[in-house]
């Protein structure tokens, strides 16, 4: 009885360090989506904005990463980091107490970037996984609002 026990014990240890492991190497690219960009820097941005404003989308803040690190004599690669909103989407998280609690992940970022690989590069959150652990009016709003964004990127990124 002492043996199975102890066996029992050191496969549910085992089991939970594997589990711990797998969404150390794994979870990252859940929580992450990133895209090669099918243009340029410029073109990419430009496009986006574009894409952004024709669905009804507002673009509240743009921020110039490199713009911002060289006032503190850092030079990086060009990034743009675009803060999207769709206030109609917004308005049904903002305006329920118990669902507030996502406005940190609010408005919705998209990153361009330039990897030294010389491509242009699109990064965001994986609204759509993260939603699942929420339910509810959060979960259907970062659904559809992923759906939305992933419509948005699909013709300026690669496959």
Same mark, same amino acid.
């Given at each position: 009885?002492?043996?199975?026990?102890?066996?029992?014990?050191?496969?549910?240890?085992?089991?939970?360090?594997?589990?711990?492991v797998l969404f150390y190497i794994f979870l990252p690219g859940f929580l992450i989506k990133e895209n090669?960009?099918?243009?340029?820097?410029?073109?990419?941005?430009?496009?986006?904005?574009?894409?952004?404003?024709?669905?009804?989308?507002?673009?509240?803040?743009?921020?110039?990463?490199?713009?911002?690190?060289?006032? &503190? /004599?850092?030079? #990086?690669?060009? +990034?743009?980091?675009?803060?999207?909103?769709?206030?109609?989407?917004?308005? @049904?998280?903002?305006?329920?107490?118990?669902?507030?609690?996502?406005?940190s992940l609010m408005p919705c970022r998209i990153a361009i970037y330039e990897k030294s690989d010389g491509n242009v590069y699109i990064s965001r959150l994986n609204s759509g996984f993260v939603?699942?652990? &929420? /339910?509810?009016? #959060?979960?259907? +709003?970062?659904?559809?609002?992923?759906?939305?964004?992933?419509?948005?990127? @699909?013709?300026?990124?690669?496959?």
């Amino acid at each position: 009885m002492k043996n199975n026990l102890t066996s029992f014990f050191i496969g549910i240890v085992t089991g939970i360090i594997l589990i711990l492991v797998l969404f150390y190497i794994f979870l990252p690219g859940f929580l992450i989506k990133e895209n090669q960009a099918k243009y340029s820097f410029e073109e990419t941005a430009a496009k986006f904005e574009e894409i952004v404003v024709s669905n009804n989308w507002k673009i509240p803040i743009i921020h110039d990463l490199q713009a911002t690190m060289l006032k &503190f /004599g850092k030079e #990086v690669q060009k +990034v743009k980091i675009y803060e999207i909103c769709q206030p109609d989407q917004a308005y @049904k998280i903002l305006t329920e107490d118990d669902e507030r609690i996502v406005s940190s992940l609010m408005p919705c970022r998209i990153a361009i970037y330039e990897k030294s690989d010389g491509n242009v590069y699109i990064s965001r959150l994986n609204s759509g996984f993260v939603s699942k652990a &929420f /339910g509810g009016v #959060v979960a259907d +709003v970062m659904s559809q609002v992923t759906e939305e964004n992933e419509s948005m990127l @699909k013709n300026i990124v690669k496959e």
